[in-house]
Nanobody, 118 residues
């Protein structure tokens, strides 16, 4: 059984930083995509950042490029999202996801709330 557990969300003022973590268990495929998505109230879910294993290639939404960094610790089977220079428009529920392809997000975490105040 695959489980993704996010942590690290919280409230921060604009310009601040947060680091989200996603601990994956039960998903041992060597080739997989791990990603972060977010959804704000009344808005569609948005793909934020993706990292591919084993190559380590990454992708970012234009809205976060240069401010967010996705990384992974393979030994811990954990993916991180370092978020710097946060803006109020980054406020959303952030979800971790995993799957066998870039558009095949098979597994989802429960989400962690990020709130950025101006």
């Amino acid at each position: 059984q695959v489980q993704l557990v996010e942590s690290g969300g919280g409230s921060v003022q604009a310009g601040g930083s947060l680091r989200l973590s996603c601990a994956a268990s039960g998903y041992s495929d060597s080739r997989k995509y791990m990603g972060w998505f977010r959804q704000a109230p009344g808005k569609e879910r948005e793909r934020v950042a993706v990292i591919y294993s084993p190559g380590g290639g990454t992708w970012y939404a234009d809205s976060v490029t240069g401010r967010f960094t996705i990384s992974q610790d393979k030994a811990k089977n954990t993916v991180y999202l370092q978020m710097n220079s946060l803006k109020p428009e980054d406020t959303a529920m952030y979800y971790c996801a995993a799957g066998p392809s870039y558009n095949g997000w098979r597994y989802w975490g429960q989400g962690t709330q990020v709130t950025v105040s101006s």
